[in-house]
Nanobody, 122 residues
Framework: VQLQASGGGLVQAGGSLNLSCAAGPTSSNNGMGWFRQAPGKEREFVAGINWNGGDTTLSDSVKGRFTISRDRSTNTVYLRMHSLTPEDTAVYYC?????????????????WGQGTLVTVSS
């Protein structure tokens, strides 16, 4: 399984970024998630989506600002981020879940992408 995350970059506080994860056909029936890891911190759950996109979960820190979606026809998972703050600065990883639903723990995922860096300047 190869997961390819893209779309990171430098943005000013209050701005927006859209991340994409090319998940491949082997992930089409799996829950997918986005995690992030800031320097010196543990990897944390950001958002998850179930296999058909009908159920999503967001961490409290991003609710109302981020949305997760997927396009099963292209096997792509998206993370749309708005109202970014410097606290959102991190490497963002997409991950393939063990089953059809996305968990919030890293142990719920079996494959990880390489990460894409998001930097939010104040």
């Amino acid at each position: 399984v190869q997961l390819q995350a893209s779309g990171g970059g430098l943005v000013q506080a209050g701005g927006s970024l859209n991340l994409s994860c090319a998940a491949g056909p082997t992930s089409s029936n799996n829950g997918m998630g986005w995690f992030r890891q800031a320097p010196g911190k543990e990897r944390e759950f950001v958002a998850g989506i179930n296999w058909n996109g009908g159920d999503t979960t967001l961490s409290d820190s991003v609710k109302g600002r981020f949305t997760i979606s997927r396009d099963r026809s292209t096997n792509t998972v998206y993370l749309r981020m708005h109202s970014l703050t410097p606290e959102d600065t991190a490497v963002y990883y997409c991950a393939k879940g063990r089953g059809a639903y996305a968990g919030t723990r890293t142990a719920s995922y079996v494959a990880w992408g390489q990460g894409t860096l998001v930097t939010v300047s104040s």
